[in-house]
Structures are given as structure tokens and as C-alpha cells.
Nanobody, 116 residues
Framework: QVQLVESGGGLVQPGGSLRLSCEASGSIFNIYVRGWYRQAPGKQRELVATITSDGNTHSADSVKGRFTISRDNFKNTVYLQMNSVKPEDTAVYYC??????????WGQGTQVTVSS
């Protein structure tokens, strides 16, 4: 199996920055897409950004130019660098990794609150 542990959430002021981390362990060679998702109160979970095994990235229109997804293969960790955050970025952020054997695996979620 694959286990995911997130860190880095918290309270940040509008216009500020935050970096989320998601460390994977277990059968990491089973992973083919690594992604970040978020769910705001009363809304469905939505895609934020993904990165494939060969490094191709995709971001939602709402975060393009502000958020960047990256990976450190030696640390088995994926990052979400969040810049110029807005109040509407407030949500629980989840890493979700797609695996060949077990479908999408989710982290436990980390709260990000953008407020002055």
C-alpha cells in the first residue's frame, strides 16, 4: 500500500505564502500521478494541481500563476508552493496520489486559512 502524510497548513494573511508538503511511503513505485486537491466548507473537493511521474504538471485555472506543484524524488515528497493567497483559497488541502493497484490514495488533509 501507499501512505501519505501532509504538513504545512495554517493561518496566512491575504497576499502571503505557504508551502504544503506530502510525504509518501510504502509502495511508491505504484504511484503514477501525484496531486493536490482542496475542499472548502459546503463545496465539493476540487483539483488544485498534479504532477506526473515524468514531471508534467497541470494546475487549475483558479491557481495558475500563484501555486506551483513540485516533487523531490529523494525525499518521496511533493510540495505545493502557494503564493499570493486569497481568502477563497481557504480550504482543507489533501494530497491525492493515483496508483496502479489501489486507485487514488488520500492524505489526512491539512487546513489552510487565509484571513487578516
Amino acid at each position: 500500500q501507499v501512505q501519505l502524510v501532509e504538513s504545512g497548513g495554517g493561518l496566512v494573511q491575504p497576499g502571503g505564502s505557504l508551502r504544503l508538503s506530502c510525504e509518501a511511503s510504502g509502495s511508491i513505485f505504484n504511484i503514477y500521478v501525484r496531486g493536490w486537491y482542496r475542499q472548502a466548507p459546503g463545496k465539493q473537493r476540487e483539483l488544485v494541481a498534479t504532477i506526473t511521474s515524468d514531471g508534467n504538471t497541470h494546475s487549475a485555472d483558479s491557481v495558475k500563476g500563484r501555486f506551483t506543484i513540485s516533487r523531490d524524488n529523494f525525499k518521496n515528497t511533493v510540495y505545493l508552493q502557494m503564493n499570493s493567497v486569497k481568502p477563497e483559497d481557504t480550504a482543507v488541502y489533501y494530497c491525492g496520489f493515483d496508483t496502479y493497484n489501489w486507485g487514488r490514495i488520500w492524505g489526512q488533509g491539512t487546513q489552510v486559512t487565509v484571513s487578516s
